[in-house]
């Protein structure tokens, strides 16, 4: 399901936990509760009808994470059943015995969850403000709809549409249709060749006694894992997860056992899809060992050596040498022996053979041409910074989780990491040559051969086997427990100025001592920027391909080396490098080297990526309401571009005008730096100066200002033939600024309206009752600088279903405006929106981002903190007031793209 989501970075101090966990140790455990064992701050407990849980406390944030993991996946579904895994995921949203109305609750308690389905597990999680009501609202739905979910035929009647329009949705993506092919035609046999989705025909006839059963064998306390992480009392968790799981009763089914065993290819396979599309695909496809084999970890170091980042092997081999805009490699791998996948996006138009044989070969020799010291130590410190970023945030570790349950045990997770630092480039090409071959390819056809390269699937170790030597580290938790309060947040920030950048200094204690950084640059004007076309956007694009330092390689790994995660505008690091890194950073902002062959590297993947979009729907739609509304000359920075018109700037800039436009663009005033974590606000004023201080651009620099202008309702649909999904969007301008009296109201009208989610009446409608669309809602833009706002609205839908979903909106837009809001909505909106951006704001990089934003507006969170309370205010006769003065449905614009051909009904 794709819901709303955030990354959360959460952490605890040493102390309160070693407190936490003494004084919880001293207490009996709750009657049926057994601990099992622990690692690094998680400790498991075992209930008496199976179910395992898993306790993580950190009270760094004011959030907690409600994780529930299902070993069930598409792999376990029969014939016929195909996507049933999947379906059911989305059934457990409709409700169960005592919550009625799942994604309403959800809403009121500005919960973000989510719901994912894979080839070995399902999963369900919840992240919220944490509180004792919230947590054990949490726990006791998921104990309910463990157990009690309606799972209704009428619930599956619309739910099957939508899961359809999800599938068709794919379905668009050359790339997710090849992968797809992909599994298809490398099992004979085994499950793992049917995609998770599932078949269209099984998803429409699947019958709802089917499902019943599927949700009564698997959905039971004995193959399930919960785990809660974050800011709560272990001890009365634990005792309120004994008394409402404890009470489901053990179940007397026995599972069902899984016996096939995909055979050993014997020859190489090849197939092709024919569709249209903008761009050209090139991928193959080779058995590799259950992720429980060690082998499984060595084969994902040659995955990133070849074809992870600039620096990878066919990275150089096909991007550098113009025959490929992009490569990729990553295995999907699982409980049972996988696929490792690697392929190349090429061109339309240009030659595809000789990049499937430079690849092919590359790949299968890479046995004979090991791997370098320099290319095993950039993986192994990759992949050491992304372990580290994820057991630094208890929401991530969370999800990974998940995934190694599905493998037998949750500390697999840890075992998977104790093995990087042994795996030697000898260990890589051996593992390489045993599955990386001719014989165990798809991409071929049958050839009779004589002497047949076969690579026989090692044999998983049993988890016991690889738990026997495990010692796991000492849990390392380090933080404070920061309260979000608007006015915690200027108590704790130094605002300051030095160099001509205006500054916000956070410092805070983090867990692994994170720091995030922001740093905004305003370029030119309205008139100096007339007619730069792609040039500002390419600019930008060049600053991480080199330096007067280091080439692109060099740059990245110099990014690892100081444990920098994002760009030269927005970063995270640690304590200890955030000096260093600042000066990097700044560096490659002042001292790019813009290399020729980079530049015209990115000019053929600009023009790739361009040409992508112009038969998607989505792009299609966009681009055409967007030249609806634009009211700026060709050339202006403000204006809306047609595909040709980017193809043509893009072509037609030049180095020249990239490094001019450097020279003459680029300073940092005005400017805006904000830090926020862990670090010494003292020192950082001082090397701001130092790095920043005379660097001035010569142009002159003004906001880009738009301009509210009423444009006459416009309604169009465009064709995209051979699409299997369609487009919606619509729009209206408002002559609106964030600190009008009637923004505030106008805010929740729209989260009740379709920027809620599941709960808000666009969805509800559209997804939940007529089974429409798969995903949709509302935006509400409103002028910070200016008075150009708009209100927005899009959502897919097959391209039969676009004139249906167009009548339900508008007829959603004439209830609320005739009928009104209630006053239950507008309670559930602002508990929502209340709650949302509390959570947001124990972000650091959201913190960072909004000091930037108030820094330039000249505000402050003071701003925050009473926008909220003209929230809290907003009445019902004002919202109501707002709705009515602001959106008018007969000045809507609307823009449906789809296959038109599959929009009309053949004749019978």
């Not at 719901?115 to 999963?123: H, K, P, V, W």
């Not at 508008?810 to 507008?826: D, N, P, Q, S, V």
């Amino acid at each position: 399901m794709n819901r709303n989501s955030c990354t959360l970075r959460i952490g605890a101090s040493i102390l309160a936990v070693a407190i936490s966990g003494a004084a919880f140790a001293a207490q009996a455990l709750p009657n049926g509760v057994a601990q099992g064992p622990a690692v690094e701050g998680i400790t498991e407990y075992r209930l008496a009808n199976g179910l395992k849980v898993l306790l993580f406390p950190d009270a760094s944030k004011p959030t907690v994470t409600v994780n529930v993991t299902y070993l069930v996946g598409s792999r376990h579904e029969n014939y016929g059943e195909t996507g049933m895994a999947h379906l059911l995921e989305h059934l457990l949203f409709k409700g169960s015995r005592n919550n009625r109305a799942i994604p309403q609750q959800f809403a009121d308690r500005g919960m973000q969850f989510n719901g994912t389905t894979s080839l070995d597990r399902t999963n369900y999680y919840e992240v919220f403000q944490a509180s004792e009501d919230n947590l054990r609202w949490a726990l006791q739905m998921e104990a309910d709809r463990m157990v009690n979910s309606f799972i209704t035929k009428k619930d599956l009647d619309s739910e099957m549409t939508v899961v359809r329009n999800e599938y068709e949705s794919g379905e668009n993506s050359p790339g997710a249709v090849l992968m797809k092919r992909m599994q298809s035609v490398s099992y004979d046999w085994h499950a793992y060749g049917r995609s998770t989705i599932g078949n269209r025909s099984d998803i429409e006839n699947v019958g709802i006694a089917n499902l019943r059963a599927f949700y009564r064998t698997w959905y039971q306390p004995d193959n399930a894992v919960l785990l809660v992480a974050g800011k709560f009392d272990e001890a009365a968790t634990l005792r309120f997860i004994a008394q409402k799981f404890g009470a489901i009763p053990k179940p007397k089914r026995t599972l069902p056992a899984f016996w096939t065993v995909e055979p050993t290819q014997d020859g190489e396979r090849t197939f092709s899809v024919r569709r249209q599309g903008d761009v050209q695909i090139v991928a193959l496809g080779y058995k590799v060992p259950s992720e429980l084999h060690l082998d499984s970890d060595v084969l994902s170091f040659a995955s990133d050596i070849l074809g992870s980042g600039p620096a990878a092997r066919l990275h150089k081999l096909l991007i550098d040498s113009g025959q490929a805009s992009e490569v990729f490699s990553f295995g999907q791998t699982g409980y049972a022996p996988g696929l490792q996948l690697i392929g190349a996006v090429v061109k339309k138009g240009a030659p595809i053979e000789p990049v499937r044989a430079a690849m092919t070969a590359a790949v299968e020799d890479f046995a004979r041409n090991p791997a370098t010291t320099e290319e095993m130590e950039r993986v192994r410190r990759v992949k050491n910074n992304d372990i580290e970023k994820s057991l630094n945030d208890p929401q991530r570790v969370g999800v990974a989780l998940s995934e190694a349950i599905a493998l037998g045990d949750w500390r697999l997770y840890f075992v998977g990491r104790e093995r990087v630092a042994s795996i030697s480039a000898d260990d890589v090409a051996k593992v390489s040559g045993r599955y990386l071959r001719r014989d165990n390819r798809v991409t071929g056809f049958f050839i009779p051969d004589d002497t047949p390269q076969r690579a026989d699937i090692a044999q998983a170790p049993t988890v016991e086997s690889l738990l026997q030597t495990f010692k796991p580290r000492a849990a390392s938790l380090k933080s404070e427990n920061f309260e979000p309060s608007q006015d915690n947040i200027m108590k704790r920030t130094r605002l300051a100025t030095a160099g001509g950048v205006k500054m916000a200094l956070l410092p805070k204690k983090n867990r692994g001592e994170a720091v995030s950084v922001e740093f905004v640059q305003h370029l030119g004007d309205e008139k100096n920027l007339f007619g730069k076309g792609a040039v500002p956007a390419l600019t930008v694009a060049m600053l991480m391909r080199g330096t007067s330092k280091f080439n692109r390689i060099q740059l990245a790994d110099e990014f690892d080396r100081l444990k920098i995660t994002g760009g030269a505008h927005r970063f995270e690091t640690t304590r200890e490098n955030l000096h260093e890194a600042l000066r990097l950073v700044a560096h490659v902002l002042k001292e790019p080297a813009f290399p020729e062959a980079e530049f015209e590297q990115l000019r053929q993947q600009a023009l790739v990526s361009i040409e992508s979009g112009r038969g998607e729907p989505q792009e299609v739609a966009a681009r055409a309401l967007a030249d609806h509304f634009d009211i700026y000359p060709r050339g202006d920075p403000r204006e809306a571009t047609t595909i040709e018109e980017d193809l043509a700037d893009t072509r037609a800039a030049t180095l020249v005008q990239i490094k001019h436009f450097h020279r003459q663009f680029y300073g940092a005033r005005p400017s805006e730096l904000a830090i926020v974590g862990d670090f010494d606000a003292d020192a950082v004023a001082p090397l701001v100066d130092q790095l920043f201080g005379q660097w001035v651009a010569p142009e002159n620099v003004a906001p880009l200002l738009r301009k509210h202008a009423d444009v006459a309702p416009l309604q169009k649909t465009l064709d995209t033939p051979d699409k299997e999904n369609g487009f919606y969007t619509a729009r209206l301008n408002l002559d609106l600024n964030i600190d009008d009296a009637d923004y505030p109201a106008l805010a929740l009208a729209n989260y009740i309206f379709g920027e809620g989610g599941m709960k808000s009446r666009l969805l509800d409608r559209i997804r939940q009752k007529d089974g429409l669309s798969y995903g949709g809602g509302s935006q509400l833009s409103a002028g910070e600088l200016d008075r150009a706002g708009w209100f927005g609205i899009d959502a897919i839908a097959a391209p039969q279903n676009l004139r249906k979903l167009d009548a339900a909106v508008r007829e959603e837009l004439g209830r609320a405006l005739k009928g009104g809001f209630t006053a239950a909505e507008l309670a559930g909106a602002k508990s929502g929106t209340l709650q949302q951006r509390l959570q947001n704001r124990s972000e650091d990089a959201v913190l960072a981002a909004g000091w930037t934003s108030y820094l330039y507006r000249g505000q402050t969170f003071e701003w925050s903190r009473q926008f909220e309370q003209k929230l809290a205010a907003v009445t019902l006769a004002q919202l109501n007031a707002a709705f009515r003065k602001a959106i008018d449905p007969a000045k809507l614009s609307v823009v449906m793209a789809g296959d038109q051909q599959k929009a009309t009904p053949a004749p019978k």
